[in-house]
């Protein structure tokens, strides 16, 4: 399987109630001794207006935003396809989201 790097974009199997929806990868790569676990990011088109959703605008994703409650660490054999990257200030938008609702 090809590995997933921070800031990548991937469509995740994130189980029957949540399907398959695009993440953003928050982690760095796992070592050969570390589990291999990826944690994400959501992403969603349902909006709710919370001050934890972080919208970036790329093309391969439709209107939405990526929702910093919903952080996940699946395995990484439940990512299914790379979707695309984030841009250094994207994902410093988001990264500031993950800070804003984990109190960093």
Known sequence: MTPANRG???LV???LAAKIRPALVLNVLPGEKERSLTT???HTTSLRGSHYE???KVAFL???AFDTQGLVTVPMAR???RL???SPE?????ESGVRAWLGL
Request: glycine share 12%.
């Open 8 to 10: 990548e974009v991937w």
């Open 13 to 15: 199997d994130l189980g």
């Open 40 to 42: 994400l990011v959501p």
């Open 54 to 56: 972080v919208s970036v």
């Open 62 to 64: 439709r209107p939405g």
């Open 79 to 81: 990512l299914v396809r």
């Open 84 to 86: 695309g990257s984030l």
């Open 90 to 94: 994207q994902m410093k938008a988001v």
